[in-house]
């Protein structure tokens, strides 16, 4: 698997802007049209999907899953809505789909979810691979973070994607923000965690 | 002095690695695609073929068959015939409860074997029963007998 470290890029991948005649090709079923459109969007989709299931595989599945929904749906759509965003919310609602496939999305409840997360000082060797440290926060807290920290989902869209109050997701945030902490700086001051906490809570 | 608390949190989710996708994983999806659309097709032409049988029984017009002139010898002789009953009886038309009773049973099998796909050469058997059986209640008509089958 290729692989590059500007984040940014994915983090942008979805805004990207598609020209007119591009959609419209796209929309009379021109094969090319689509490859374009896969060619801007895949590889948002995939690290997206990569970010929230850390599996290759699965991560796999939701991009195939998405382009052949867009390819069925293509024809119909009107342009309401930039066309990366709603690739963005079908990759989401289908990582969503497979978390849920997988039961990973249990339990609710904030304070249970970080009962069996690793500590401080528990961690294997790869403790400082960013992405193997993102995979240790529990699916729930991993979904909120990379939604809210990379794919920029406010906590209002949070809670109506989980059907929860806005506090729910802020939170998950805040406790996914300070076991990273922990986990990146293992012995911070009291004064740090409740700063992180009101951080978060401001975002 | 301690740097901002966020600082290593925020490195952490910007060096986060993008990776790209395997470079078969598009045309995986365009094969996809063309297998679902192939699925779609032989579906929606199965459920055509079974429609235009209904709709050909109901309204009592032949259905085109390419590529069997058996049985399309056999779809003609049986609109012949009808038209012959018709004539006899004063018609019957309408749906296919409204078909002579002793037809409903060839006609429901005609129908199962369209739906299944069935070979030409059961196709023409039962459209040969039918006509045998349109022949039968012609004969009655017109001698005022009555058939019996075994």
Redesign the interface.
């Known amino acids: ?7 940014s ?2 983090a942008s991948g979805f805004a990207q802007v598609i020209d007119a005649e591009t959609l419209a090709r796209a929309r009379r079923g021109d ?1 090319q049209a ?2 374009v459109l ?1 060619q801007r969007f ?2 948002a989709s ?2 997206l999907a ?2 929230v299931l850390g599996n ?1 595989a699965a ?2 599945d939701v ?2 899953d998405v ?2 929904k867009l ?1 069925g749906a293509i024809r119909s759509y009107r342009g309401e809505a930039p066309i990366g965003a709603w690739l963005k919310r079908m990759t989401v609602n289908a990582a969503i789909d497979q978390l849920r496939a997988q039961r990973h999305l249990e339990p609710e409840d904030p304070e249970r979810l970080f009962e069996h997360v690793a500590i401080a000082g528990t961690l294997p060797d790869d403790a400082h691979d ?2 193997a ?2 995979q240790r926060l529990p699916a729930r807290a991993r979904l909120i ?1 990379v939604l809210h ?2 794919e920029g989902y406010t906590h209002k869209e949070l809670a109506v994607l989980f059907g929860q109050s806005e506090s729910y997701s802020k939170s998950i945030l805040s406790r996914a ?1 300070v076991r ?2 922990e986990w ?2 293992p012995v ?2 009291e004064s ?2 409740v ?2 906490r009101t ?1 978060a809570n401001r975002h | 002095m301690r740097q901002p608390t966020l600082t290593a949190s925020a490195q952490l989710l910007a060096d986060l690695p993008d990776f790209d996708p395997p470079a078969d994983l598009w045309p995986r999806i365009l094969r996809r695609q063309r297998v679902l659309q192939l699925r779609r097709r032989a579906a929606l032409g199965t459920l055509l073929a079974a429609a235009s049988v209904v709709l050909a029984l109901v309204l009592r017009i032949p259905v085109p068959v390419s590529g069997d002139p058996a049985l399309v010898r056999l779809q003609a002789d049986s609109q012949r015939l009808e038209s012959r009953l018709a004539m006899l009886v004063g018609g019957f038309k309408g749906s296919a409860n409204e078909s002579p009773t002793d037809l409903r049973p060839v006609e429901r099998a005609l129908q199962d074997a369209y739906d299944r796909g069935a070979s030409s050469a059961e196709l023409a058997e039962l459209w040969r029963r039918r006509n045998e059986m349109l022949d039968a209640l012609i004969s009655t008509r017109e001698t005022g007998t009555l058939v019996t089958r075994i």
């Open positions: 698997m290729e692989m590059t470290t500007d984040s890029n994915s094969t689509h490859t896969y895949g590889r995939f690290n990569l970010r290759r991560a796999e991009v195939q382009f052949l390819l960013a992405m440290l993102l973070l920290e990379l923000l990273l902490q990146l700086q911070p001051q740090d965690i700063e992180l951080c």
